[in-house]
């Protein structure tokens, strides 16, 4: 035995001297990525984690070096097209509950004397006969509310509510939808202001569509109406200090619309100013056309052919985004729309019949809109009972205004957030986003709070865009961000709340599709423990040649201090020490 105990002692000790190295094939160790889609998958994506440690390194954020990608979650994370493949996602087990709300949008901002759509998708499913209740609340009073029975089946539900705000400042609203004893909430911010959309009515000769709508939409209080009727050659009637000619570049771009009524009659220099106006404004300019003749105008719609039809009494036309039509009896359509343009309102199909006119469309100059009107007689037809002429002019006309950007634009993700959690913050200066003329600017952001705090915003690549973070301030409640830029100012709120919620989209089908075009496949929560064969399959790990010592282990250590100290006690207890 104490022969034994000290060879093994000086075959250690030898051994560590000597230091052999010992070659062998291994497998690397991949980089996997582990991404949540969303805060309220994180503990998946810490199971994730969990599961793929010891053959994976594990790290939980997007890695563009890594071997692969992992997403936790029912939707795709921000970022999902920068993700390293192949990419891979573990899809929760469905929801127990029956409603959910998949999109709530609303306008950023509005004007205090606008009923305010808010647009809701709600998925929603029951096992009997019970109802849907879909509410809207503002400072937690109900105001306006949408029900409907469901029969059983799964039913995906597009819902139009409406705000009426009643006071400048952010509106912090909620929908809510329940039923059979589930509910599903979403949050939004609208930031509402005491201001108006300026409007230039720019009438060629006199004409009696134009006449029409202008007094439609000076009768709605969201709208400031200047106009300018040319009755002769150099001879007209103005209101509100409208400009001589569409030409002045500077005195067009003070207004969020321009509408044109005999667009027939406007000159080439007219047209290049409306040109100029959609593409360095990027406003909103509407053609209302009272009869079908040729002009200098064609060359902005660029419709091609038109067709026009007759019917007697009046026929309804439709918009797409709104109940209520109008009519009219002589309508005008391009036989083939432009590229890139929609309709927004059509005639009626003929009972029996599938074809329709696109009377109202839109399309792109630019980053400008034009909108372009072929409801030639529709100012006949304006009694309330029949027709819905102002209200059908009114809305279109804030939806072109609405789009026409600020001189500095300010987008916020997710206007709606928890103590602590960040969003993205998107800058847009028009001027140099829009003008060739300007090619450097400086911009600043600050989020107000009693301790203050600046947005760092950074140039994204885009022309006059820039792009930051922002985190919401422990204290609840709105804070507003200033943006300043070369004289100009604007802002927007966030709004803080322990219970924030927002909608969830539901995009399973399109997150599986995803990982299977990026390589990977979609798992299923309850086979998590499938996630690490299929990573080995799809990314089949090198093996290389790997030279190791073990004698440089700690370890080693041990059983040589037990060896040696064995024989010593040993040779003690027998009297040869």
């Known amino acids: 035995m104490l022969r034994m105990l000290r060879v093994i002692a000086i075959v250690i000790a030898i051994a560590a001297l000597l230091d052999p190295g010992i070659t062998s094939t291994r497998r690397t160790e991949p980089v996997i990525s582990v991404i949540a889609a969303d805060p309220l998958h994180s503990d998946l994506a810490a199971r994730i984690a969990r599961e793929l440690a010891g053959k994976f390194s594990v790290i939980p954020a997007p890695f563009a070096a890594a071997s692969g990608s992992v997403i936790a979650g029912d939707r795709l994370p921000a970022g999902a097209a920068e993700l390293a493949g192949p990419v891979f996602a573990v899809l929760p087990e469905p929801a127990s509950t029956a409603?959910?709300?998949?999109?709530?949008?609303?306008?950023?901002?509005?004007?205090?004397?606008?009923?305010?759509?808010?647009?809701?998708?709600?998925?929603?499913?029951?096992?009997?006969?019970?109802?849907?209740?879909?509410?809207?609340?503002?400072?937690?009073?109900?105001?306006?509310?949408?029900?409907?029975?469901?029969?059983?089946?799964?039913?995906?539900?597009?819902?139009?509510?409406?705000?009426?705000?009643?006071?400048?400042?952010?509106?912090?609203?909620?929908?809510?939808?329940?039923?059979?004893?589930?509910?599903?909430?979403?949050?939004?911010?609208?930031?509402?202001?005491?201001?108006?959309?300026?409007?230039?009515?720019?009438?060629?000769?006199?004409?009696?569509?134009?006449?029409?709508?202008?007094?439609?939409?000076?009768?709605d209080p969201r709208f400031v109406v200047t106009s300018r009727v040319i009755t002769s050659r150099d001879v007209g009637i103005a209101a509100g200090g409208p400009p001589g000619a569409l030409d002045d570049r500077e005195a067009v771009?003070?207004?969020?619309?321009?509408?044109?009524?005999?667009?027939?009659?406007?000159?080439?220099?007219?047209?290049?100013?409306?040109?100029?106006?959609?593409?360095?404004?990027?406003?909103?300019?509407?053609?209302?056309?009272?009869?079908?003749?040729?002009?200098?105008?064609?060359?902005?719609?660029?419709?091609?052919?038109?067709?026009?039809?007759?019917?007697?009494?009046?026929?309804?036309?439709e918009f797409a985004s709104r109940e209520g039509a109008m009519r009219a009896a002589e309508v005008a359509w391009p036989?083939?729309?432009?590229?890139?343009?929609?309709?927004?309102?059509?005639?009626?199909?003929?009972?029996?019949?599938?074809?329709?006119?696109?009377?109202?469309?839109?399309?792109?100059?630019?980053?400008?809109?034009?909108y372009v009107s072929g409801a030639l007689d529709a100012w006949r037809y304006r009694d309330a009972a029949l027709s819905a002429f102002d209200r059908s002019w009114q809305d279109l006309i804030a939806q072109a205004a609405a789009g026409t950007p600020a001189p500095i634009d300010i987008t916020i993700d997710r206007p709606v957030l928890a103590p602590g959690e960040t969003t993205g913050v998107t800058v847009t200066l028009r001027a140099v986003a829009l003008s060739a003329d300007v090619t450097r600017a400086s911009?600043?952001?600050?989020?107000?709070?009693?301790?203050?705090?600046?947005?760092?915003?950074?140039?994204?690549?885009?022309?006059?865009?820039?792009?930051?973070?922002?985190?919401?301030?422990?204290?609840?409640?709105?804070?507003?961000?200033?943006?300043?830029?070369?004289?100009?100012?604007?802002?927007?709120?966030?709004?803080?709340?322990?219970?924030?919620?927002?909608?969830?989209?539901?995009?399973?089908?399109?997150?599986?599709?995803w990982a299977?075009?990026?390589?990977?496949?979609?798992?299923?929560?309850?086979?998590?423990?499938?996630?690490?064969a299929l990573l080995d399959a799809a990314i089949q790990p090198a093996r290389r040649r790997v030279t190791w010592h073990p004698m440089r282990s700690a370890w080693w250590i041990l059983p040589f201090v037990f060896a040696a100290g064995a024989e010593w006690w040993l040779r003690r207890r027998r009297g040869l020490a």
């Open 99 to 219: 409603v959910r709300v998949a999109a709530a949008s609303a306008p950023a901002r509005s004007p205090l004397d606008a009923s305010v759509p808010i647009d809701v998708e709600v998925h929603a499913s029951s096992t009997s006969v019970r109802a849907l209740d879909v509410t809207l609340e503002s400072n937690g009073l109900v105001v306006d509310r949408f029900v409907r029975e469901m029969r059983g089946e799964a039913e995906r539900i597009e819902v139009a509510l409406v705000f009426l705000p009643v006071e400048p400042g952010p509106a912090a609203l909620r929908v809510v939808a329940a039923i059979a004893g589930d509910t599903a909430v979403a949050d939004l911010v609208v930031d509402v202001r005491a201001s108006r959309w300026d409007v230039l009515f720019f009438d060629p000769r006199p004409s009696w569509m134009s006449t029409f709508v202008r007094r439609a939409i000076e009768r």
């Open 253 to 317: 771009e003070r207004f969020d619309a321009i509408v044109v009524g005999a667009p027939e009659g406007l000159r080439e220099r007219d047209v290049a100013g409306l040109d100029a106006y959609l593409r360095r404004r990027g406003g909103a300019v509407l053609l209302l056309l009272d009869q079908r003749v040729a002009g200098p105008y064609e060359r902005l719609a660029a419709a091609g052919a038109w067709a026009v039809a007759s019917t007697p009494g009046g026929a309804p036309i």
């Open 335 to 370: 036989v083939r729309l432009p590229a890139g343009a929609r309709p927004l309102a059509n005639t009626v199909a003929a009972a029996g019949g599938t074809e329709t006119r696109p009377v109202v469309w839109t399309s792109a100059v630019g980053p400008g809109r034009l």
């Open 443 to 513: 911009v600043s952001a600050l989020l107000e709070t009693p301790a203050g705090a600046t947005v760092r915003l950074w140039p994204d690549g885009s022309i006059g865009r820039f792009t930051g973070r922002l985190r919401a301030p422990e204290m609840a409640g709105p804070h507003r961000i200033v943006v300043s830029s070369e004289g100009d100012e604007a802002h927007a709120f966030v709004v803080v709340a322990a219970d924030a919620a927002r909608a969830r989209p539901v995009e399973r089908d399109l997150v599986e599709t």
């Open 516 to 532: 299977r075009t990026n390589g990977g496949a979609g798992v299923a929560e309850s086979a998590l423990e499938r996630l690490p």
